[in-house]
């Protein structure tokens, strides 16, 4: 059938036929937010290059958990800013250390929602790699033993998922096995597998102050220039133990999403990264685009390309629009 007998603006016709055709809908399940920790109290330090975005200390950061229990939103995913940096991210696996506090703490005071906690070397190494630096590279190996020590500890804290974002080979595996020789084997993994090398994490760095302080990722991250690779990536995590997939960034990897939907059947995460953020957020403030709108579109999209879990910045705001709606 073709036109003139078919017509498809007559399911465009006004919202409520639009409504009923809609294939993609967001809801405040769908969102992980990411909160950024740092030690101190009454510490509400705004990231200037992610405008809504804080740094938080533990009494701020249990207030703003509060806000997103109520908001429906299920979990958040913690990034901690240590006070003091070393050769070896001691502070990733220190008991005491920011994270760990901040997961007891939120485990005590907020109930009903889900603690997931970024599993990484780089805010806590000087150096700002996501390991330990041997001969000028992040050494894979050597590394393995500290990313599971750390997995083990944020645990141990209560943390109800683990989120390894370094993408050293054999990771998930080093913490899968850590967890289940300590008890923990109910605790899940949710693997930043195809990680990208991306030049979109930037206004990230300035929040976790985790610039590498020479070179760059990419011998560790994915090159952006593969899609196979990402699958790969993707079934060796699984291999390994990876409870649920993750695909970042997300705008600029739409394909890759869509690929990993199709391909595996684990709950896949998209990370609408800091950039994606930042640059919706500029653009509104100087009045270029509707940043409500553009967010809400955006959003749609991740899901659309087939992410069951969105991992944004925007999840409060968007949570907020959709209960306009
Ligand atoms: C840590 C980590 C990064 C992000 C999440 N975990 C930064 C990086 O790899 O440099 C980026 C998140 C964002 O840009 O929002 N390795």
């Known amino acids: ?101 901040a997961v007891r703490e939120l485990k005590d005071k907020v109930s009903d929602l889900l603690v997931v906690t970024d599993v990484c070397m780089c805010e806590y190494t000087s150096h700002g790699h996501c390991g330990v630096i041997k001969d000028g590279d992040v050494d894979n190996d050597a590394t393995l033993d500290l990313l599971a020590q750390t997995a083990l500890s944020h645990a141990e804290a209560g943390a109800d998922m683990v989120a390894p974002s370094d993408m050293m080979d054999g990771r998930v595996g080093a913490i899968r096995e850590r967890l289940d020789e300590n008890g923990l084997f109910h605790i899940p993994i949710m693997a930043y597998a195809a990680k990208y090398a991306s030049s979109f994490y930037g206004p990230f760095r300035d929040a976790a102050r985790s610039t590498p302080q020479f070179g760059d990722r990419r011998s560790y991250q994915m090159d952006p220039a593969n899609s196979k690779e990402a699958i790969r990536e993707i079934s060796l995590d699984i291999e390994e133990g990876a409870d649920i997939i993750m695909v970042k960034p997300a705008l600029a990897y739409l394909d890759v999403i869509r690929l990993a939907s199709e391909e595996f059947d684990a709950p896949l995460a998209a990370y609408n990264v800091s950039g994606e953020y930042s640059m919706i957020k500029a653009a509104a403030e100087k009045g270029w685009l509707d940043g409500q709108r553009v967010m809400m579109e955006v959003l749609t999209s991740i899901k659309r390309a087939g992410a069951d879990i969105i991992i944004t910045y925007f999840a409060k705001d968007a949570v907020r629009e959709l209960e306009k709606a």
């Open 1 to 101: 059938m073709f036109f003139p007998k078919y017509r498809p603006r007559r399911l465009r016709r006004d919202e409520i036929v639009r409504r009923m055709v809609r294939e993609t809908s967001l809801s405040a399940n769908d969102f992980m937010y990411p909160l950024f920790v740092v030690s101190g109290s009454t510490v509400r330090q705004p990231v200037a290059s992610m405008p809504g975005v804080f740094q938080l200390s533990i009494d701020e950061l249990v207030e703003e958990a509060t806000e997103v229990r109520d908001l429906g939103i299920p979990s958040i995913l913690l990034f901690g800013i240590p006070e003091a940096k070393d050769e070896i991210g001691s502070g990733a696996y220190a008991q005491d250390g920011i994270v760990q506090q």
